[in-house]
Every structure is written in structure tokens, then in C-alpha cells.
């Protein structure tokens, strides 16, 4: 690839569209005129009547690039991979794009003996786009009002201008499918209807492991697009369905509506849980965007480690749950109390059923005497036991 873009690279800068400059020429020389008007004394009204004609000249200016898109003395090769997929971004004719991907299938068939996958792999737009890992690449082109700029003239005169928008920029922006597919691998809720969904798996854990785990996932899934331009538009519906999601969750799990779940974790600017923490009570939020710290190109560091991994060592689940003194299959109250620790699901008869829809009690049990005596009497128990 760097043989490939240094014979391909051409040219330093694009050619001015021929448009677009013999328009700047007209303005230049509706300005020059203005100054003879003013410098001979000329009437206001002839003065106003240039102005207006510059004024319909910009608006046509406008509507045309200031460059030659399509110069074929100004070509640019770059090229893009991440272990076994590449992306490969051409500045030139179809027909060249056409070229390289031809030689770049017979250098991974003949040279790496790898086979190209036909549907991932094509030649499309710039301003159709393309999506690579998680991402939407494509030009874009803002239709806005722009922004003023500081102008100054040579007597040292300053002005403010509206800065013309950026034409066909390289925009990263998340996938609306990819958005959809998230939400729906980890059962959040409808993102058409804007509902969440409770979780049955954390219906048995703690408020705080409940938290950490929406909010590992929640966080995980925005860092990774947090150099997309429209992160914060693109989430903001996930967001509003994570946030029902654990609501709903943490409300089922208490057995109480989700108006007074909101009303117990809302501490005045933001919804947390708490819990004591060898004697000292520690509090964590549910993460939002607010709280996403977006990396831009400049910066070195893409992924951001979050300090946090002390939340899932310090609460103890299997010493809570043991410290309960209740049998999770039958729920009586009399002991002593085992942890038993399962190699698989199946091993359990069908009056531990209601356990079984639990994924995080898929390998661990609090179990009583009697329940013990019935895993143990099975032909293929396998159980490890911590006496409590």
C-alpha cells in the first residue's frame, strides 16, 4: 500500500473551479469600482446599486465549489486497516478506484492466499458512504448558515463576515442499524416506542452490580463511537431506553413502581445507588451522556479506561446471599446454608426451575438441607459446598 499511494499520489493542490473565479474576479472589480465612486463623489444611489449586484454575485458564488473536484492532476491515495478489515479512501475517478481494488483482490489471492469476501467488499461513493467497524464514513456537506469570521484590510479596518459552510467533508457517524441491533442484543427495550424493559437476569442482584453492569455497557458501546460527529444525537434515544431499562429493572426487583424508584436513586442532580463499602458508604451513577468525554482526532488516546473495577470486588454477591439465611430453591429459613457451585444448568431437577431463569446465579445456589439432599441424590450432581 505505500508503493501503491506513492505512485498514485498527485499534485499539491486542487485547480480553482473556473466558475468560481471569474466571479471573484467580477466581485473584485464591483469593489474597485465602488472605491473610484466614493473617491470621485458619486451618488449614493449608484454606490447602493454595486453593492446589491456584489451582494447577488456572492449568493451565485455560492452555489458552486471553489475548486476543481474532479482536477485529474490532484489525486490522493489513503488507506486505513484494523486486523483483517481495510478501508481504502480515493481521490480520483471510478476507474482508477476500480483499478486498485482489481489489484489489491490479486495481491491478497495470489501473494496471502486470503479470499475477499463479495459482500463486503466494493466500490462505493464518497457521498453514499460506507460502513467500517461500527462506523458510517462519508462526505458531508453542511447546508447551515455557517459562521462569521474576522476579516481586516490593508488600512486596518476590521469586519465580520458569514464564513461560507465546508463542502464534502470525511464525517464518522453512527449507524442507526447498529444502534438498533445494541439495543435489542441486550434487551433494553423499543427504541421505536421509546420503552424500556426489565432485565430478568439482575432481578436477583444487587442495585449496585445492576448499575455497573448498564453502565459498562451503556459506556462501553459510546466510547467506542465517541469520534463520531453526531454521538450525542445518535445516542440520545439508547440513552433515554437504557435509562427505563434499569429503572424498570431496579423497580421489579423492589417491587415498587418505577415513579418511587425514581424518586429513591434521584439525589438532587443525578440518579445513583449506594452501598456500604467497609464501613464507609460509596455512591455510583447511572451513567450518562453528559458524562461522555469525546476524543477528536488530534488526541493520542482513543479508549479510556474508567477506574471502576473496585465496584465489582468490594460487594460481596455470595456473601450477601449466604448472609441471607433463606434457601434460593424453596425458600425456608431453617439451616446450616450451602453454596453450592454448578458446572451445569441441567444438573438441577425441575423444583429449582424458577433459579434457572437467573443468568447470574447460573453457576451458584444457596441451598438448605433438604434441597441439598435432592441435587446430591441425582446421577450426574456435580456440586462443590461452602457450609454458612
Known amino acids: 500500500m505505500q508503493t501503491m499511494k506513492a505512485d498514485f499520489d498527485k499534485g499539491r493542490v486542487r485547480r480553482p473551479f473556473p466558475r468560481y473565479a471569474a466571479l471573484e474576479r467580477r466581485v473584485l472589480r464591483l469593489r474597485r469600482k465602488i472605491e473610484r465612486l466614493r473617491a470621485n463623489g458619486a451618488d449614493q444611489a449608484e454606490i447602493d446599486a454595486a453593492f446589491a449586484e456584489i451582494k447577488a454575485v456572492n449568493k451565485e458564488r455560492r452555489k458552486v465549489p471553489s475548486v476543481d473536484p474532479m482536477d485529474p492532476n490532484f489525486k490522493r491515495l489513503r488507506y486505513c486497516r484494523y486486523a483483517d478489515d481495510f478501508l481504502i479512501g480515493v481521490i480520483g475517478s471510478k476507474r482508477e478506484a476500480c483499478e486498485i481494488m482489481a489489484g489489491v483482490e490479486q495481491f491478497l489471492t495470489h501473494a496471502l492466499k486470503l479470499a475477499v469476501s463479495p459482500e463486503k467488499s466494493g ?14 464514513i462519508s462526505t458531508y456537506t453542511s447546508y447551515g448558515a455557517g459562521r462569521k469570521t474576522s476579516r481586516t484590510g490593508p ?32 434487551g433494553y427495550g423499543d427504541l421505536a416506542r421509546k420503552t424500556g424493559r426489565h432485565r430478568a437476569q ?18 462501553g458501546f459510546a466510547n467506542y463511537h465517541s469520534l ?19 429503572v424498570k429493572t431496579l423497580a421489579m426487583r423492589h417491587r415498587t413502581t418505577t415513579a418511587r424508584t425514581m424518586a429513591r436513586l434521584w439525589n438532587g442532580t443525578d440518579y445513583e445507588v449506594s452501598s456500604v463499602v467497609r464501613g464507609k458508604l460509596r455512591s455510583i451513577k447511572l451513567w450518562r451522556l453528559k458524562y461522555l468525554t469525546q476524543t477528536y482526532w488530534t488526541s493520542p488516546v482513543v479508549d479510556n479506561v474508567t477506574a471502576g473495577a473496585w465496584w465489582v470486588k468490594n460487594p460481596n454477591d455470595l456473601i450477601d446471599r449466604l448472609s441471607a439465611r433463606r434457601c434460593e430453591a424453596c425458600g425456608g429459613m431453617s439451616g446450616p446454608f450451602e ?3 454448578l458446572r ?10 424458577v433459579w434457572k431463569q437467573s443468568g ?12 441439598r439432599t435432592t441435587v446430591s441424590g441425582r446421577k450426574y ?8
Open 228 to 246: 463520531a460527529d453526531d454521538i450525542k444525537s445518535a445516542l440520545g434515544l439508547l440513552e433515554l431506553v437504557v435509562f427505563r431499562s434499569a
Open 360 to 371: 447470574w446465579r447460573r453457576k451458584t445456589i444457596v441451598l438448605c438441607p433438604s434441597c
Open 123 to 136: 466500490v462505493h461513493a464518497a457521498s453514499k458512504g460506507v460502513t467500517f467497524l461500527s462506523y458510517r
Open 202 to 219: 439482575f432481578l436477583v442482584t444487587s442495585d449496585v452490580a445492576t448499575v455497573l453492569a448498564y453502565n459498562s455497557e451503556f459506556r
Open 155 to 186: 488600512d486596518g479596518r476590521t469586519w465580520r463576515v458569514l464564513r461560507r459552510p465546508t463542502t464534502d467533508n470525511v464525517s464518522l457517524r453512527v449507524p442507526r442499524q447498529e444502534v438498533t441491533k445494541f439495543c435489542k442484543r441486550h
Open 344 to 353: 451445569r444448568v441441567g444438573d438441577l431437577r425441575s423444583v429449582l426451575a
Open 381 to 388: 450432581a456435580r456440586t462443590e459446598s461452602r457450609v454458612h
Open 339 to 341: 453454596m453450592h457451585h
